[in-house]
């Protein structure tokens, strides 16, 4: 591995984090940023600043518009948009997009990308992923899926209930993930407009970064043509894992953006405040506080960085993308409950912007997979590993 950035990779993070300053993050206490994400006008402004600055979905392929970034080089950029709570959403590389364009790339038909992938890298539409669903059904355990797919002829129907899918609202297309028959799943596309499928409710959640918010869905006798399957039928699960890998270290990526906002904006209050006779920095408390703090940020760096790497030679990544996913999240996390703690007053108020930092980060611990999940996994792949060489 390589350690220094190369020239592509330094222009792409001076430009990125330029655009950030300079565009975005003086429009981030616009009212339109709500406490469900964006309204659909506010994104379509922000990725209009994107498109005009070259920036507008460069993880897509060249050929559809995008800038054909590689995992090293989405890590430089995505940490650097990830510095506002709006430069994910302005360069359209937002959870669930950004995921479900790389999806539609490598499984999707060509028939399928130009009727929605295209006008999805360009900005102009979004979409949502539904597999989550409430009790007895998938969660952390996608096995468990309830929601089904029967053949009647040329069509599928659809019957199901999926909760927790982010940017529902507003999406023009949704991926349902639905059971087969014989217990296989299958992943089929879908306009959000045809009969049968409903946004139930928008749920009330403790982050506030996704246009459409977290919805609860309901599919009643949708009829899919055979031509909207995804992908193979049965196949639903492998290709899960084609986009969660890579998506679980882009929210890597992204968040560690945000702790590194928030550690500055910490760094700079204990560098001027004073208290009891010198700068908040001096007091031992508040200065290991900040060193734990650059400690978290590099080893989260680091993993996003390995991992990166290894995707780039072609290798699916799923335990390293689980560990970095553990990792991330968990030191990620801790720097930003520091700096909460370093603000005191200011760290629990709009103040800045720590606390919606705090209180959007919060879930990344759990969505993409819960920490006691990924070790979980870990632990089996370790245990497989060990037998082998027995």
Partial sequence: MEFSLTARQLELQERTRAFIAEVIIPLERDPRATSHGPTEEFRNELVAHARAAGLLTPHASVELGGLGLTHAEKAVVFEEAGYSTLGPTAMNIHAPDE?????????????QKERWL???????????????????????DP????????????????????????????????????KMEDGSATMFLSNMSRDGIKVTRQMDAMDSCFTGGHCVMSFDNVRIPATDVLGEIGRGFKYAQVRLAPARLTHCMRWLGQARRAHDIATEYARKREAFGRILGKHEGVGFMLADNDMDLQTSRLHIAHTAWILDQGHGANFESSRAKVVCSEAEWRVVDRCVQILGGQGVTGETMVMRIFTDMRAFRIYDGPSEVHRWSMARKIIEAGEKRV
């Fill in 99 to 111: 995921g479900n364009i790389h999806l539609m790339e490598v499984v999707a038909t060509p028939e």
């Fill in 143 to 178: 096995s468990m899926m309830q929601t089904t797919a029967i053949k009647d002829g040329d069509h599928y129907i659809i019957n199901g209930t999926k909760w927790f899918i982010t940017g529902a609202e507003g999406a023009t297309y949704v991926i349902i993930m639905a």
């Fill in 118 to 140: 295209r006008p999805q890298v360009q900005g102009h539409i979004r979409s949502c992923f539904a597999m989550t669903e409430p009790s007895p059904g998938a969660g952390a």
